[in-house]
Nanobody
Framework: QVQLVESGGGLVQAGGSLRLSCADS????????VAWFRQAPGKGREFVAS????????YYGDSAKGRFTISRDNPKHTVHLQMTSLTLEDTAIYYC??????????????????WGQGTQVTVSS
């Protein structure tokens, strides 16, 4: 069973940084690949980044390239999303999703079977 909990969201000024975390308490962390998606008001869920269950491959959406970094900490059963150079357009609810044995780029939310409750990121001017 996969149980995801996001944390680390909050209010940050434009140009600042935040680190989001996605923790799995279900005991199968080494077998799951994890992705971050975000959803701004009135918009659909957008792929941000993903990391394979092996940790050796990472993928990014266009909005994240060069600014965000996804990583995993297996002993802590956690995936992090380090976000830098934040802009107003990064304001959204950020969700992590998981898929067993993920080893490719899947940018559609339908490709993930487990989801956290989301964490709000608000970037102010």
């Amino acid at each position: 069973q996969v149980q995801l909990v996001e944390s680390g969201g909050g209010l940050v000024q434009a140009g600042g940084s935040l680190r989001l975390s996605c923790a799995d308490s279900g005991g199968t962390f080494r077998d799951i690949g994890v992705a971050w998606f975000r959803q701004a008001p009135g918009k659909g869920r957008e792929f941000v980044a993903s990391i394979t269950y092996t940790g050796d491959r990472t993928y990014y959406g266009d909005s994240a390239k060069g600014r965000f970094t996804i990583s995993r900490d297996n002993p802590k059963h956690t995936v992090h999303l380090q976000m830098t150079s934040l802009t107003l357009e990064d304001t959204a609810i950020y969700y992590c999703g998981a898929r067993m044995h993920l080893y490719e780029r899947i940018s559609s939310e339908s490709g993930y079977d487990y989801w956290g409750q989301g964490t709000q990121v608000t970037v102010s001017s």
